[in-house]
T-cell receptor, first 112, second 112 residues
């Protein structure tokens, strides 16, 4: 089955630690996205990538980093510089600008 | 720069009543517009999309939306609400560089 997979579903992090969220797609999509979701704030764009080895900052990139070494994979690292990382993180992919994005099931990150 | 405004963070309707969820966009070029639905702790699912063909777009589960350029609106409607429609709904706009921006969301409650 084609789709987009995020792992893990739940993640706990100690303060001061970096943590990496996985996102993999087998839809052959060029574009991939990371969003952060907080209650009442909708989805805010962290980073997006239009093609392998290229990515752009979204609206809230501070404290996050990404890589796009393979078309299928777009991992997100939440660094210790992110002061309020507890949130629901969603990854998405799509083929081009006029097609819909497909979403993973999300990763809920909690700082303990 | 593109942006999306969803009026009303919470909407409550009776079962069988009309559903109207509002979305206004800002875009310097003709946009591509999308409506998504999200159930708790899940990813987003596409309801419908506007890609410059017909201005009245029909989607899944009886939802439809009308693109009105003069009002920069893309409101979502359903003639008769069902209990299973209770969820959070997001409007999104796609413009240049494959950037995909979401509104803050509207939580729909359906009561008997």
């Amino acid at each position: 089955d084609g789709g987009i997979t995020q792992s893990p579903k739940y993640l706990f992090r100690k303060e001061g630690q970096n943590v990496t969220l996985s996102c993999e797609q087998n839809l052959n999509h060029d574009a991939m996205y990371w969003y952060r979701q907080d209650p009442g704030q909708g989805l805010r764009l962290i980073y997006y990538s239009q093609i392998v080895n290229d990515f752009q900052k979204g609206d809230i990139a501070e404290g996050y980093s990404v890589s796009r070494e393979k078309k299928e994979s777009f991992p997100l690292t939440v660094t210790s510089a992110q002061k309020n990382p507890t949130a629901f993180y969603l990854c998405a992919s799509r083929g081009n600008i006029n097609t819909e994005a497909f979403f993973g099931q999300g990763t809920r990150l909690t700082v303990v | 720069a593109q942006s999306v405004t969803q009026l009303g963070s919470h909407v409550s309707v009776s079962e069988g009543a009309l559903v109207l969820l509002r979305c206004n966009y800002s875009s310097s070029v003709p946009p591509y517009l999308f409506w998504y639905v999200q159930y708790p702790n899940q990813g987003l699912q596409l309801l419908l999309k506007y890609t410059s063909a017909a201005t009245l777009v029909k989607g899944i589960n009886g939802f439809e939306a009308e693109f009105k350029k003069s009002e920069t609106s893309f409101h979502l409607t359903k003639p008769s609400a069902h209990m299973s429609d209770a969820a959070e709904y997001f409007c999104a706009v796609s413009e240049t560089y494959n950037k995909l921006i979401f509104g803050a969301g509207t939580r729909l409650a359906v009561h008997p």
